[in-house]
């Protein structure tokens, strides 16, 4: 059974650092497309950063560019999300999602495999 497993979030205040890193059991990493999704409280999930099969094609929400870097490797089946200079606005459960498509999508409906989520929370 291929599954994603997030892992790193947390509590930090506003303008700290996290790394979220989800990682593939069951599959392989070259053969998905990742994406990175958060859930806020009372809205809708939303597209946070994604990446190509190949690991290459990176795109991010507008929320998020120049603060998040996704990252992709396809040796270890893992993929990671660095955010830095968090707000609290990026306070949210955030998942990662896997694709069998070539190139990045920001719907979420586009994602087969989803991870269970991973809570952040950035205080004030």
């Known amino acids: 059974q291929v599954q994603l497993v997030e892992s790193g979030g947390g509590l930090v205040q506003a303008g700290g650092s996290l790394r979220l890193s989800c990682a593939l059991s069951?599959?392989?990493?070259?053969?998905?497309?990742m994406g990175w999704f958060r859930q806020r409280p009372g809205k809708e999930r939303e597209f946070v950063a994604g990446l190509g099969r190949s690991g290459i094609g990176r795109v991010y929400g507008d929320h998020v560019k120049g603060r998040f870097t996704i990252f992709k490797d396809n040796a270890k089946n893992t993929a990671s999300l660095e955010m830095n200079s968090l707000t609290p606005e990026d306070t949210g459960v955030y998942f990662c999602a896997a694709s069998g498509s070539w190139g990045v999508s920001p719907g979420p409906d586009d994602y087969d495999l989803w991870g269970q989520g991973t809570q952040v929370t950035v205080s004030s």
């Open positions: 069951g599959g392989t990493f070259s053969s998905y497309s």
